[in-house]
Protein backbone atom coordinates (compact mmCIF):
# COMPACT_ATOMS: atom_id res chain seq x y z
CA UNK A 1 0.00 0.00 0.00
CA UNK A 2 1.66 3.39 -1.33
CA UNK A 3 0.74 6.50 0.48
CA UNK A 4 -1.49 9.02 0.31
CA UNK A 5 -0.10 11.07 -3.23
CA UNK A 6 0.28 15.07 -1.32
CA UNK A 7 -2.14 16.33 -4.52
CA UNK A 8 -4.32 14.06 -2.74
CA UNK A 9 -4.19 14.82 0.68
CA UNK A 10 -3.98 18.49 -0.36
CA UNK A 11 -7.25 18.65 -1.90
CA UNK A 12 -8.73 16.22 1.81
CA UNK A 13 -7.54 19.41 3.75
CA UNK A 14 -9.29 21.72 0.99
CA UNK A 15 -12.44 19.83 1.40
CA UNK A 16 -12.08 19.85 5.37
CA UNK A 17 -12.02 23.95 4.92
CA UNK A 18 -14.57 24.79 2.44
CA UNK A 19 -16.78 22.81 4.78
CA UNK A 20 -15.82 24.74 7.75
CA UNK A 21 -16.28 28.00 5.66
CA UNK A 22 -20.19 26.68 4.58
CA UNK A 23 -18.29 27.01 1.39
CA UNK A 24 -18.96 23.47 0.38
CA UNK A 25 -21.41 22.41 -2.39
CA UNK A 26 -23.45 19.43 -2.75
CA UNK A 27 -25.02 18.07 -5.44
CA UNK A 28 -28.68 17.25 -5.26
CA UNK A 29 -30.07 14.52 -7.54
CA UNK A 30 -34.09 15.23 -9.15
CA UNK A 31 -35.51 12.42 -9.91
CA UNK A 32 -38.31 13.86 -12.18
CA UNK A 33 -38.20 16.51 -15.59
CA UNK A 34 -37.70 20.21 -14.62
CA UNK A 35 -40.44 21.60 -13.43
CA UNK A 36 -42.03 23.59 -10.49
CA UNK A 37 -42.90 20.21 -8.95
CA UNK A 38 -39.57 18.08 -8.86
CA UNK A 39 -38.75 15.00 -6.90
CA UNK A 40 -35.24 15.30 -5.28
CA UNK A 41 -33.66 13.10 -2.92
CA UNK A 42 -36.93 10.92 -2.40
CA UNK A 43 -39.00 14.02 -1.59
CA UNK A 44 -41.13 16.20 -3.79
CA UNK A 45 -40.46 19.91 -3.32
CA UNK A 46 -41.44 23.19 -4.94
CA UNK A 47 -38.75 24.53 -6.77
CA UNK A 48 -37.60 28.47 -7.36
CA UNK A 49 -34.35 27.63 -8.49
CA UNK A 50 -34.43 26.73 -12.34
CA UNK A 51 -33.56 28.63 -15.48
CA UNK A 52 -36.98 27.59 -17.05
CA UNK A 53 -38.42 30.55 -17.12
CA UNK A 54 -41.37 30.17 -19.75
CA UNK A 55 -41.57 26.25 -18.33
CA UNK A 56 -40.82 24.69 -21.88
CA UNK A 57 -38.00 22.02 -20.81
CA UNK A 58 -41.21 19.72 -20.67
CA UNK A 59 -43.33 20.90 -22.76
CA UNK A 60 -44.77 17.79 -24.19
CA UNK A 61 -44.50 19.30 -28.19
CA UNK A 62 -40.44 19.80 -27.10
CA UNK A 63 -40.29 16.32 -26.11
CA UNK A 64 -42.22 14.43 -28.69
CA UNK A 65 -40.15 16.86 -31.16
CA UNK A 66 -36.87 15.45 -29.50
CA UNK A 67 -38.03 11.70 -30.01
CA UNK A 68 -39.00 12.63 -33.80
CA UNK A 69 -35.28 14.11 -34.05
CA UNK A 70 -33.62 10.86 -32.98
CA UNK A 71 -35.56 8.71 -35.23
CA UNK A 72 -35.01 11.18 -37.95
CA UNK A 73 -30.92 11.96 -37.14
CA UNK A 74 -30.25 8.72 -34.65
CA UNK A 75 -28.60 9.43 -30.90
CA UNK A 76 -25.10 11.53 -32.30
CA UNK A 77 -23.71 13.67 -34.42
CA UNK A 78 -20.39 11.25 -34.93
CA UNK A 79 -18.04 14.13 -35.46
CA UNK A 80 -17.45 18.27 -35.38
CA UNK A 81 -19.30 20.45 -37.80
CA UNK A 82 -16.51 20.99 -39.69
CA UNK A 83 -16.13 17.26 -40.51
CA UNK A 84 -18.93 15.59 -40.84
CA UNK A 85 -21.15 16.38 -37.78
CA UNK A 86 -23.25 19.55 -39.15
CA UNK A 87 -26.55 18.09 -40.10
CA UNK A 88 -29.58 19.48 -41.68
CA UNK A 89 -30.91 20.57 -38.02
CA UNK A 90 -28.07 22.31 -37.47
CA UNK A 91 -28.56 24.25 -40.44
CA UNK A 92 -32.27 24.81 -40.03
CA UNK A 93 -31.83 26.00 -36.38
CA UNK A 94 -28.92 28.79 -37.39
CA UNK A 95 -31.15 30.20 -40.33
CA UNK A 96 -34.15 30.45 -37.60
CA UNK A 97 -31.87 31.73 -35.22
CA UNK A 98 -30.62 34.78 -37.45
CA UNK A 99 -33.88 35.91 -38.90
CA UNK A 100 -34.91 35.87 -34.92
CA UNK A 101 -31.67 38.92 -34.82
CA UNK A 102 -32.09 40.32 -38.23
CA UNK A 103 -33.70 43.73 -37.17
CA UNK A 104 -31.16 44.52 -35.02
CA UNK A 105 -27.54 43.17 -36.84
CA UNK A 106 -26.92 43.80 -40.70
CA UNK A 107 -26.00 41.02 -42.73
CA UNK A 108 -26.41 38.75 -39.55
CA UNK A 109 -25.50 35.20 -39.27
CA UNK A 110 -25.73 32.62 -36.45
CA UNK A 111 -23.76 29.55 -35.28
CA UNK A 112 -24.91 26.75 -33.16
CA UNK A 113 -22.94 25.76 -30.30
CA UNK A 114 -23.13 22.88 -27.24
CA UNK A 115 -23.54 25.13 -24.59
CA UNK A 116 -23.15 28.74 -23.62
CA UNK A 117 -19.96 28.07 -21.59
CA UNK A 118 -18.35 27.18 -25.06
CA UNK A 119 -19.76 29.80 -27.17
CA UNK A 120 -18.68 32.00 -25.46
CA UNK A 121 -15.26 30.68 -25.17
CA UNK A 122 -15.18 30.78 -28.66
CA UNK A 123 -16.52 34.52 -29.60
CA UNK A 124 -13.90 35.94 -27.37
CA UNK A 125 -11.34 33.58 -28.45
CA UNK A 126 -11.86 34.44 -32.51
CA UNK A 127 -12.45 38.34 -31.88
CA UNK A 128 -9.58 39.13 -29.79
CA UNK A 129 -7.41 36.63 -32.15
CA UNK A 130 -7.68 38.72 -35.11
CA UNK A 131 -5.45 41.01 -33.27
CA UNK A 132 -4.01 40.26 -29.97
CA UNK A 133 -1.89 42.99 -29.31
CA UNK A 134 -3.98 45.94 -30.89
CA UNK A 135 -7.52 44.41 -28.92
CA UNK A 136 -8.83 45.62 -25.36
CA UNK A 137 -11.46 44.27 -23.61
CA UNK A 138 -13.77 46.06 -21.14
CA UNK A 139 -15.65 43.81 -19.19
CA UNK A 140 -18.16 44.69 -16.95
CA UNK A 141 -17.50 43.72 -13.01
CA UNK A 142 -20.77 41.36 -12.81
CA UNK A 143 -20.25 39.27 -16.20
CA UNK A 144 -20.59 35.75 -16.15
CA UNK A 145 -17.37 33.13 -15.40
CA UNK A 146 -17.62 32.10 -18.80
CA UNK A 147 -16.54 35.36 -20.13
CA UNK A 148 -14.27 36.15 -17.77
CA UNK A 149 -12.80 32.12 -18.75
CA UNK A 150 -13.24 33.47 -22.36
CA UNK A 151 -11.10 36.47 -21.87
CA UNK A 152 -8.41 34.67 -19.87
CA UNK A 153 -8.60 32.04 -22.45
CA UNK A 154 -8.07 34.33 -25.08
CA UNK A 155 -4.66 36.24 -23.36
CA UNK A 156 -6.91 39.86 -23.78
CA UNK A 157 -6.00 43.16 -22.20
CA UNK A 158 -8.98 43.34 -20.05
CA UNK A 159 -10.22 46.42 -18.28
CA UNK A 160 -12.91 45.92 -15.84
CA UNK A 161 -16.03 48.73 -15.51
CA UNK A 162 -17.86 48.91 -11.82
CA UNK A 163 -21.64 47.64 -12.67
CA UNK A 164 -23.82 49.58 -14.92
CA UNK A 165 -21.28 52.31 -14.66
CA UNK A 166 -21.31 53.47 -18.13
CA UNK A 167 -19.64 56.58 -17.50
CA UNK A 168 -16.65 54.75 -16.06
CA UNK A 169 -16.39 52.76 -18.95
CA UNK A 170 -16.59 56.06 -21.42
CA UNK A 171 -13.28 57.06 -19.76
CA UNK A 172 -11.77 54.11 -20.30
CA UNK A 173 -12.94 53.77 -23.86
CA UNK A 174 -12.05 57.43 -24.19
CA UNK A 175 -8.14 56.71 -22.76
CA UNK A 176 -7.84 53.65 -24.70
CA UNK A 177 -5.52 53.60 -27.90
CA UNK A 178 -6.52 50.01 -28.69
CA UNK A 179 -6.87 49.15 -32.78
CA UNK A 180 -9.79 47.26 -31.75
CA UNK A 181 -12.30 47.74 -28.71
CA UNK A 182 -14.78 45.09 -27.53
CA UNK A 183 -17.34 45.67 -24.62
CA UNK A 184 -18.56 42.85 -23.48
CA UNK A 185 -21.37 42.53 -20.89
CA UNK A 186 -24.31 39.92 -19.56
CA UNK A 187 -27.47 41.84 -20.57
CA UNK A 188 -29.86 39.94 -17.34
CA UNK A 189 -27.37 39.74 -14.34
CA UNK A 190 -27.57 36.23 -13.69
CA UNK A 191 -27.17 36.30 -9.85
CA UNK A 192 -29.19 39.89 -9.48
CA UNK A 193 -31.88 40.01 -12.17
CA UNK A 194 -30.71 43.71 -13.04
CA UNK A 195 -30.42 44.82 -16.83
CA UNK A 196 -27.47 46.41 -18.68
CA UNK A 197 -28.02 49.46 -20.19
CA UNK A 198 -27.62 48.71 -23.52
CA UNK A 199 -28.82 51.18 -24.92
CA UNK A 200 -26.46 53.72 -23.29
CA UNK A 201 -23.32 50.99 -23.94
CA UNK A 202 -23.77 51.00 -27.45
CA UNK A 203 -24.00 54.48 -28.25
CA UNK A 204 -20.55 54.64 -26.40
CA UNK A 205 -19.70 51.80 -28.60
CA UNK A 206 -20.64 53.47 -31.65
CA UNK A 207 -18.75 56.40 -30.41
CA UNK A 208 -15.42 54.39 -29.99
CA UNK A 209 -16.06 52.09 -32.98
CA UNK A 210 -15.95 49.63 -30.66
CA UNK A 211 -17.78 46.28 -30.76
CA UNK A 212 -20.53 45.49 -28.14
CA UNK A 213 -20.68 41.68 -27.45
CA UNK A 214 -24.12 41.21 -25.15
CA UNK A 215 -24.80 37.58 -23.20
CA UNK A 216 -28.23 37.55 -23.09
CA UNK A 217 -28.37 33.86 -21.60
CA UNK A 218 -31.20 34.92 -19.25
CA UNK A 219 -32.95 37.44 -21.84
CA UNK A 220 -33.49 35.28 -24.64
CA UNK A 221 -36.87 33.79 -24.84
CA UNK A 222 -37.67 36.17 -22.07
CA UNK A 223 -37.35 39.77 -23.33
CA UNK A 224 -38.86 41.78 -26.19
CA UNK A 225 -41.27 41.14 -28.43
CA UNK A 226 -41.56 37.19 -29.33
CA UNK A 227 -39.30 36.83 -26.74
CA UNK A 228 -36.59 37.09 -29.66
CA UNK A 229 -33.99 38.64 -26.35
CA UNK A 230 -32.63 41.99 -25.18
CA UNK A 231 -31.64 43.35 -28.65
CA UNK A 232 -35.49 43.57 -29.81
CA UNK A 233 -36.29 44.54 -26.07
CA UNK A 234 -34.10 47.75 -26.50
CA UNK A 235 -34.79 47.67 -30.72
CA UNK A 236 -30.82 48.30 -31.14
CA UNK A 237 -29.62 48.13 -34.65
CA UNK A 238 -25.63 48.45 -35.01
CA UNK A 239 -23.16 46.17 -37.23
CA UNK A 240 -21.26 46.55 -33.39
CA UNK A 241 -23.55 44.12 -32.24
CA UNK A 242 -22.43 40.38 -31.19
CA UNK A 243 -25.06 38.63 -30.08
CA UNK A 244 -24.88 35.24 -27.27
CA UNK A 245 -28.17 33.51 -26.19
CA UNK A 246 -28.69 30.26 -25.20
CA UNK A 247 -30.68 27.59 -25.76
CA UNK A 248 -30.81 25.54 -22.11
CA UNK A 249 -32.46 28.36 -20.20
CA UNK A 250 -35.86 29.96 -21.71
CA UNK A 251 -35.91 27.51 -24.71
CA UNK A 252 -35.75 25.12 -22.69
CA UNK A 253 -33.37 22.56 -24.62
CA UNK A 254 -29.40 22.79 -24.94
CA UNK A 255 -26.78 25.07 -26.46
CA UNK A 256 -26.54 28.61 -27.46
CA UNK A 257 -25.88 30.77 -30.19
CA UNK A 258 -23.90 33.59 -32.00
CA UNK A 259 -25.73 36.24 -33.89
CA UNK A 260 -23.20 38.38 -35.90
CA UNK A 261 -22.02 39.80 -39.25
CA UNK A 262 -21.90 36.97 -41.41
CA UNK A 263 -17.87 37.59 -41.48
CA UNK A 264 -17.65 37.57 -38.15
CA UNK A 265 -19.13 34.00 -38.02
CA UNK A 266 -17.45 32.91 -40.86
CA UNK A 267 -14.06 34.22 -39.20
CA UNK A 268 -15.17 31.77 -35.94
CA UNK A 269 -16.09 29.03 -38.39
CA UNK A 270 -12.21 29.59 -39.30
CA UNK A 271 -10.81 29.77 -35.93
CA UNK A 272 -13.43 29.39 -32.70
CA UNK A 273 -11.65 26.47 -31.42
CA UNK A 274 -14.24 25.59 -29.19
CA UNK A 275 -16.40 25.60 -31.76
CA UNK A 276 -14.36 23.11 -34.42
CA UNK A 277 -12.62 20.38 -31.89
CA UNK A 278 -15.52 19.23 -30.44
CA UNK A 279 -18.57 16.82 -31.75
CA UNK A 280 -21.56 18.39 -32.99
CA UNK A 281 -24.39 18.44 -30.89
CA UNK A 282 -27.05 15.82 -31.65
CA UNK A 283 -28.83 17.06 -34.67
CA UNK A 284 -31.89 16.14 -32.11
CA UNK A 285 -31.33 18.96 -30.14
CA UNK A 286 -31.50 20.91 -32.92
CA UNK A 287 -34.77 19.54 -34.22
CA UNK A 288 -36.25 19.51 -31.28
CA UNK A 289 -35.34 23.15 -30.79
CA UNK A 290 -37.04 24.32 -34.14
CA UNK A 291 -40.31 23.79 -32.12
CA UNK A 292 -39.02 24.88 -28.77
CA UNK A 293 -38.68 28.31 -31.13
CA UNK A 294 -41.94 27.63 -32.97
CA UNK A 295 -43.65 28.13 -29.45
CA UNK A 296 -41.31 30.63 -27.86
CA UNK A 297 -41.90 33.35 -30.81
CA UNK A 298 -45.54 32.35 -31.34
CA UNK A 299 -48.92 32.84 -29.30
CA UNK A 300 -47.79 30.55 -26.80
CA UNK A 301 -44.89 32.31 -25.92
CA UNK A 302 -46.32 35.35 -25.73
CA UNK A 303 -49.04 34.14 -23.02
CA UNK A 304 -46.28 32.48 -20.87
CA UNK A 305 -44.11 35.67 -21.20
CA UNK A 306 -47.76 37.59 -20.28
CA UNK A 307 -47.80 35.04 -17.27
CA UNK A 308 -44.44 35.17 -15.87
CA UNK A 309 -44.36 39.09 -15.77
CA UNK A 310 -47.58 38.35 -13.55
CA UNK A 311 -45.48 36.62 -11.33
CA UNK A 312 -43.00 39.03 -11.60
CA UNK A 313 -44.85 41.96 -10.70
CA UNK A 314 -46.74 39.97 -7.61
CA UNK A 315 -43.40 39.06 -6.28
CA UNK A 316 -41.71 42.21 -6.46
CA UNK A 317 -44.26 43.93 -5.03
CA UNK A 318 -45.54 41.72 -2.14
CA UNK A 319 -45.75 44.00 0.90
CA UNK A 320 -45.16 40.88 3.03
CA UNK A 321 -41.64 40.47 1.72
CA UNK A 322 -40.97 44.09 2.71
CA UNK A 323 -38.44 43.45 5.74
CA UNK A 324 -36.45 40.98 3.36
CA UNK A 325 -33.07 42.83 1.60
CA UNK A 326 -33.89 42.53 -1.87
CA UNK A 327 -32.40 43.56 -4.91
CA UNK A 328 -34.13 45.64 -7.43
CA UNK A 329 -35.20 43.52 -10.34
CA UNK A 330 -37.55 43.97 -12.84
CA UNK A 331 -36.65 40.07 -14.13
CA UNK A 332 -37.32 36.39 -13.14
CA UNK A 333 -34.19 35.92 -11.21
CA UNK A 334 -35.24 37.75 -7.94
CA UNK A 335 -32.00 37.73 -5.01
CA UNK A 336 -32.80 37.48 -1.50
CA UNK A 337 -29.63 39.22 0.01
CA UNK A 338 -28.83 36.93 3.33
CA UNK A 339 -24.99 37.93 3.57
CA UNK A 340 -23.31 35.22 5.24
CA UNK A 341 -22.91 32.05 4.33
CA UNK A 342 -24.12 30.33 7.46
CA UNK A 343 -27.90 32.84 6.92
CA UNK A 344 -27.97 31.67 2.88
CA UNK A 345 -27.68 28.21 4.37
CA UNK A 346 -29.67 27.84 6.88
CA UNK A 347 -32.36 29.97 4.97
CA UNK A 348 -32.31 27.51 2.60
CA UNK A 349 -33.17 24.60 4.50
CA UNK A 350 -35.61 26.07 6.39
CA UNK A 351 -37.12 27.05 3.12
CA UNK A 352 -36.43 23.52 2.02
CA UNK A 353 -38.09 22.14 5.82
CA UNK A 354 -41.60 23.63 4.53
CA UNK A 355 -41.13 21.88 0.91
CA UNK A 356 -39.58 24.31 -0.93
CA UNK A 357 -36.46 24.07 -3.17
CA UNK A 358 -34.05 27.76 -3.44
CA UNK A 359 -30.49 27.59 -3.46
CA UNK A 360 -28.41 29.84 -1.55
CA UNK A 361 -25.39 31.58 -3.66
CA UNK A 362 -22.31 31.87 -1.94
CA UNK A 363 -18.59 33.24 -2.83
CA UNK A 364 -17.21 32.91 -5.33
CA UNK A 365 -20.55 32.77 -7.70
CA UNK A 366 -20.81 35.99 -5.26
CA UNK A 367 -18.88 38.44 -3.58
CA UNK A 368 -17.88 37.18 0.09
CA UNK A 369 -20.70 38.97 2.81
CA UNK A 370 -23.42 38.96 -0.38
CA UNK A 371 -24.17 34.89 0.05
CA UNK A 372 -28.45 35.62 -1.71
CA UNK A 373 -31.42 33.29 -1.81
CA UNK A 374 -31.35 33.14 -5.72
CA UNK A 375 -34.98 33.10 -6.78
CA UNK A 376 -36.31 32.07 -9.80
CA UNK A 377 -39.68 32.73 -11.30
CA UNK A 378 -41.12 30.80 -14.55
CA UNK A 379 -43.77 30.70 -16.50
CA UNK A 380 -44.43 26.95 -14.86
CA UNK A 381 -45.43 28.72 -11.83
CA UNK A 382 -49.15 29.35 -10.90
CA UNK A 383 -49.97 31.91 -8.81
CA UNK A 384 -51.05 29.25 -6.02
CA UNK A 385 -47.18 28.10 -6.04
CA UNK A 386 -46.33 31.84 -5.76
CA UNK A 387 -48.27 32.00 -2.36
CA UNK A 388 -46.50 29.14 -1.11
CA UNK A 389 -43.18 31.33 -1.24
CA UNK A 390 -44.49 33.94 -0.11
CA UNK A 391 -45.77 32.53 2.63
CA UNK A 392 -42.45 31.03 3.64
CA UNK A 393 -40.55 33.67 2.82
CA UNK A 394 -42.57 35.87 4.90
CA UNK A 395 -42.07 33.31 7.59
CA UNK A 396 -38.01 33.31 7.72
CA UNK A 397 -36.74 34.16 10.98
CA UNK A 398 -35.72 37.71 10.91
CA UNK A 399 -31.69 37.04 10.94
CA UNK A 400 -31.11 33.47 10.37
CA UNK A 401 -27.21 34.38 11.45
CA UNK A 402 -25.66 32.05 13.38
CA UNK A 403 -28.66 28.89 13.06
CA UNK A 404 -27.53 25.98 13.08
CA UNK A 405 -26.74 25.44 9.48
CA UNK A 406 -28.10 22.31 7.60
CA UNK A 407 -24.93 22.64 4.82
CA UNK A 408 -27.65 20.83 1.77
CA UNK A 409 -28.16 24.19 -0.11
C1 LIG B 1 -25.87 29.99 -18.05
C2 LIG B 1 -25.03 31.10 -18.58
C3 LIG B 1 -24.07 30.89 -19.56
C4 LIG B 1 -23.69 29.51 -20.00
O1 LIG B 1 -24.68 28.92 -20.78
P1 LIG B 1 -24.82 27.33 -20.79
O2 LIG B 1 -25.58 27.04 -22.01
O3 LIG B 1 -25.53 26.98 -19.53
O4 LIG B 1 -23.42 26.79 -20.82
C5 LIG B 1 -23.42 31.98 -20.09
N1 LIG B 1 -23.66 33.21 -19.66
C6 LIG B 1 -24.56 33.46 -18.68
C7 LIG B 1 -24.80 34.87 -18.24
C8 LIG B 1 -25.26 32.41 -18.10
O5 LIG B 1 -26.13 32.65 -17.12
Redesign the pocket.
Known amino acids: MSAVPPLLARVQAQLAELEAQGLRRRLQTAETPCAPEVVVNGETRLAFNSNDYLGLANHPRIVAALQDGARLYGAGSGASHLISGHSQAHAQLEERLAELQAAHIPQVRALYFC???MA?LAVLGALVDVDREGCEVFSESLN?A??IDGMRLARARVQRYPHLDVATLAQQLAASTARHKIVVT?SVF?MDGDIAPLRELLTLCEQHQALLLV?D??GFGVLGPQGRGALAHFDLHSPNLVYMG?L??AAGVA??FVAAHADLIEWMVQRARPYIYTTAAPPALAHALLTSLHILTGDEGDARRAHLRDLITRFSGDARLAALHRLPSDTAVQPVILGSNAAVLAAAAHLQAQGLWITGIRAPTVPAGTARLRITLSAAHTHSHLDRLIDALAQLPASADGAPADRRA
Do not use: R, W
Request: proline content about 0%.
Open positions: TGFNHSLDSDAHTGKGA
